[in-house]
């Protein structure tokens, strides 16, 4: 099953593929600054109208979360939610197909 496949790419696909990578990676701060400025006001909010309930965590801890996970798959930390992953498993999943077919003709 291991088929490796040797892509040859000219100047405009080696254009592309780093503006969508710029792209990903400006999403990702766009994301990380949107955290960021709305967290420090719902702190703010929850501090000045209802020091004695502290809710702010919530939304921080969970768009937290989202935001490390998005971070990690853009800055391929995490293996599982990049590319090489999906394409292992395309074709891992096509292969059982094929198989399948296969077993009955």
């Given amino acids: 099953m291991g088929v490796i496949m040797e892509v040859n790419l000219n100047e405009e696909d080696r254009y592309y593929l780093a503006k969508k990578r710029v792209e990903e990676i400006k999403g990702f701060y766009g994301n990380l600054t949107a ?35 998005h971070g990690m798959k853009v800055f391929k930390i995490f293996p599982v939610l990049g590319k090489e992953w999906e394409e292992r498993k395309i074709k891992e999943l096509m292969e059982k197909e ?8």
């Fill in 35 to 69: 955290f960021i400025g709305v967290n420090v006001v719902l702190i703010f909010v929850n501090l000045y109208t209802s020091p004695d309930h502290l809710w702010f965590f919530w939304p921080l801890m969970w768009w937290g979360v989202g935001v490390v996970f």
């Fill in 98 to 105: 094929r198989e399948g077919k296969n077993k009955w003709q």
